[in-house]
């Protein structure tokens, strides 16, 4: 059962077995009710199932993803500082923030398929590089997997260095063409985003823009 220490703890304060287990399904499933009608709470306000639910379904994220609406689906990106370290390919412990709240959003949001594409910038050979794309694809892979994704719905693909979102000629542009991409297939933002807290999101192509403007103004080139 995908599950986090706050939620546990949340869990563990309402009393009634049966309210423990509707305020999971409430809070991850979204069904209607986050308590059992049990005979200590003849009126929802009084069972102590509600203000916790109702607390854990509208508190803002730790963490922001950046999305964009693309012609294959949703786009989210993961850029490779958040996730690795230079040149390896196991998860940093930042990651997981990230990857729970995709999981999430997988879960409760959509059934489409999903594509994991690893990319790298242009540093070193480029089958090392679309090896190591493969292997950071198949990482992330793996830990959704752990958050109770379903294997069938993933397709991985290492990229290499043969698709850059910049430049390569700049640190920024490689910090950024480092990243592992996941496209929700054929799906919309607005329904990614329907009923999530304000702040959650930002838009990907946006923040790409800034973060090359930023480089730009640096170099004396805007």
Known sequence: MFSTPEVQENEAA?????CRQALYMHTFLRTPEPCCRCSNASLPSSCSAWPLARTKRHRPPSVKLAI???????????????LFE?????????ADAYLAQVARLINEKTDHALLLEGHTDNLGAADLNLRLSEKRASAVA???????VVESRLQIRGLGLTQPLAPNDTEVGRKLNRRVEIIVVDETVANMTKGEPEGAFEDAFAKLKTALGEQLDKQGLK
């Open 68 to 82: 964009a609406q693309t012609d294959r689906g949703v786009l989210i990106w993961l850029p490779d500082n958040v």
């Open 14 to 18: 309402v009393s009634c077995d049966k």
């Open 142 to 148: 793996s830990a959704l997997k752990a958050k109770q």
């Open 86 to 94: 230079f040149g390896k390919s196991e998860l940093s412990p930042a």
